[in-house]
T-cell receptor, first 114, second 114 residues
Framework: AQTVTQSQPEMSVQEAETVTLSCTYDTSESDYYLFWYKQPPSRQMILVIRQEAYKQQNATENRFSVNFQKAAKSFSLKISDSQLGDAAMYFCASDNNAGNMLTFGGGTRLMVKP | DSGVTQTPKHLITATGQRVTLRCSPRSGDLSVYWYQQSLDQGLQFLIQYYNGEERAKGNILERFSAQQFPDLHSELNLSSLELGDSALYFC?????????????FGNGTRLTVT
């Protein structure tokens, strides 16, 4: 079974600054995928970024990047140049390559201060 | 807009009742997933259908059932409802079953059991 842990229930960042959200996971699989999803007040789940475990290079999507530490089973999300629209719940998730049956962490609420 | 449509948006019902949640997947997507987001359990995978057939089960209660119809829309049936079933129920769809086929989430149905 997979587990995903987000140790920060809430984070705050000043607009235009950088913030890092933490995530650790546990899996016995050798091949798996990791994701960060954003859930704004509209409550829709939006994929922010994904990482294949077999790829050593950290994924990047515009202002969003990850720090994937496979040995430590750590998968943190860095948001650069934070914007007011980044305020949301962020969920870390894993998939053991079984096909979109995601295991989610408990979420981190990100607040962005103007 | 993800292209995934869920109805109704909100549902309020009493304990012991039965409700049906409906999901229309994104055009062309064959796979449908149901997820539950509750305060107690967080976000968890319930069940997956692919082209009308059940593919995988997660933490779905026996009181819950689902199906996918020939036109690919899906329904999640919740019966003998309890207060603890109050949650946000998400439907998601993907083109195929593989993890390389990104998930697209609907806006969810908010179920309140009183």
């Amino acid at each position: 079974a997979q587990t995903v842990t987000q140790s920060q229930p809430e984070m705050s960042v000043q607009e235009a600054e950088t913030v890092t959200l933490s995530c650790t996971y546990d899996t016995s699989e050798s091949d798996y995928y990791l994701f960060w999803y954003k859930q704004p007040p509209s409550r829709q789940m939006i994929l922010v970024i994904r990482q294949e475990a077999y790829k050593q290079q950290n994924a990047t999507e515009n202002r969003f990047s990850v720090n994937f530490q496979k040995a430590a089973k750590s998968f943190s999300l860095k948001i650069s140049d934070s914007q007011l629209g980044d305020a949301a719940m962020y969920f870390c998730a894993s998939d053991n390559n079984a096909g979109n049956m995601l295991t989610f962490g408990g979420g981190t609420r990100l607040m962005v201060k103007p | 807009d993800s292209g995934v449509t869920q109805t109704p948006k909100h549902l309020i019902t009493a304990t012991g009742q039965r409700v049906t949640l409906r999901c229309s997947p994104r055009s062309g997507d064959l796979s449908v997933y149901w997820y539950q987001q509750s305060l107690d359990q967080g976000l968890q995978f319930l069940i997956q259908y692919y082209n009308g057939e059940e593919r995988a089960k997660g933490n779905i209660l026996e009181r819950f059932s689902a199906q996918q119809f020939p036109d690919l829309h899906s329904e999640l049936n919740l019966s003998s409802l309890e207060l603890g079933d109050s949650a946000l129920y998400f439907c998601a769809s993907s083109a195929t079953t593989g993890v390389n086929s990104p998930l697209h989430f609907g806006n969810g149905t908010r179920l309140t059991v009183t």
